[in-house]
Nanobody, 116 residues
């Protein structure tokens, strides 16, 4: 699976961005897909994930609950991360990861910058 993350940019605090993780090579629908972020000098942290099963179970880090929403569009083979009410502390490189059984794949990062 090749993953292409996009949608990052510069936004003011309180604004919104929608990140996309587009898959190619294989369909993402059967993969658990997660978004991670890494800020300078900090460890990579999990932000949100969506299961590969049809029930589409989602999970969120406490820091983003109620502000971020992860979703799938299987027709587009893409997973989205809608980010609302962005805060300066959300600024980081966001990366997507697809995992199934023993296989795991990473996309390149997309930079999110939030100005105060």
């Amino acid at each position: 699976v090749q993953l292409q993350a996009s949608g990052g940019g510069l936004v003011q605090a309180g604004g919104s961005l929608r990140l996309s993780c587009a898959g190619s090579g294989r369909t993402l629908s059967s993969y658990q897909v997660a978004w991670f972020r890494q800020a300078p000098g900090k460890e990579r942290e999990g932000v949100s994930c969506i299961s590969g099963s049809s029930d589409g179970i989602t999970n969120y880090a406490d820091s983003v609950k109620g502000r971020f929403t992860i979703s799938r569009d299987n027709a587009k083979n893409t997973v989205y991360l809608q980010m609302n009410s962005l805060k300066p502390e959300d600024a980081a490189v966001f990366l997507c990861n697809a995992r199934r059984l023993v296989y795991a794949y990473w996309g390149q990062g997309t930079q999110v910058t939030v100005s105060s």
